[in-house]
T-cell receptor, first 110, second 112 residues
C-alpha cells in the first residue's frame, strides 16, 4: 500500500464547478500536511498547508481528519487556470521526510 | 532572482557515464532535498540535508552521491548511469521544521 494515496483522476469539470480531491495517508506519525500544485513540465509549488481545524484560502478549502488519516481539498468556482495536477503531501521526521501522493490531474474546460 | 536554481536543465547521456547536477538556493534555508520524478510523474524523495548534514537517504542506490559544500548548495553526482535513471530530478529547499518547500525548475535526465 502506498504511504499517500489520492483519487486517480483525471477530473474533467466545466468552469464554475466545485471539485473535491481526497487523500489518505498510512503513517500515523505524519506531522504536517500540504497540497501542492504542479503544472505540466514545471516544478511543484505550494498551494496551501492543511491544519487540523481546516483552513480556507479564497476558493480553496483544505480539511484534515487525523483520526481517519484523511485530507481533502475543495476548489469552488473552478477557473481555467486551475487546470493542473494537485499533489497531496505528508511530512514527518521534523519535515525532513516528505511523501508525495501520485497526484490528481484536473482539467477545467470552458 | 531565481530562488532555487539547477544546472543543467537537460542532460542526455549514455549508459555507464557519470554525471552531476548542481543545485543552489539563495533563500537562506537550512534544509535541502533531492527528488526524482519518474515517467509516471510520481515524485519521490531521495535525500534530505540539514545544515550540510545528510538526514534522510531513502534507500537510493549508492551510485547516487549527494554533496553539500555549504548550506546554499546541494549537488547530485550519479555514477554508472542506467536506463532506469531517466527521470526529472528536482532540488528543493525549505527553512526546515515542516514548512513550505521551494523547488528548482528540474533537470530532465535521459539515459540512452
Amino acid at each position: 500500500r502506498k504511504e499517500v494515496e489520492q483519487d486517480p483522476g483525471p477530473f474533467n469539470v466545466p468552469e464554475g464547478a466545485t471539485v473535491a480531491f481526497n487523500c489518505t495517508y498510512s503513517n500515523s506519525a505524519s506531522q504536517s500536511f500540504f497540497w501542492y500544485r504542479q503544472d505540466c513540465r514545471k516544478e511543484p509549488k505550494l498551494l496551501m498547508s492543511v491544519y487540523s481545524s481546516g483552513n480556507e484560502d479564497g476558493r480553496f478549502t483544505a480539511q484534515l481528519n487525523r483520526a481517519s488519516q484523511y485530507i481533502s481539498l475543495l476548489i469552488r468556482d473552478s477557473k481555467l487556470s486551475d487546470s493542473a495536477t494537485y499533489l497531496c503531501v505528508v511530512e514527518y521526521t521534523g519535515g525532513f521526510k516528505t511523501i508525495f501522493g501520485a497526484g490528481t490531474r484536473l482539467f477545467v474546460k470552458a | 532572482d531565481t530562488a532555487v536554481s539547477q544546472t543543467p536543465k537537460y542532460l542526455v547521456t549514455q549508459m555507464g557515464n557519470d554525471k552531476s547536477i548542481k543545485c543552489e538556493q539563495n533563500l537562506g534555508h537550512d534544509t535541502m532535498y533531492w527528488y526524482k520524478q519518474d515517467s509516471k510523474k510520481f515524485l519521490k524523495i531521495m535525500f534530505s540535508y540539514n545544515n550540510k548534514e545528510l538526514i534522510i537517504n531513502e534507500t537510493v542506490p549508492n551510485r547516487f552521491s549527494p554533496k553539500s559544500p555549504d548550506k546554499a548548495h546541494l549537488n547530485l553526482h550519479i555514477n554508472s548511469l542506467e536506463l532506469g535513471d531517466s527521470a526529472v530530478y528536482f532540488c528543493a529547499s525549505s527553512p526546515g521544521g515542516a514548512r513550505e518547500q521551494f523547488f528548482g525548475p528540474g533537470t530532465r535526465l535521459t539515459v540512452l
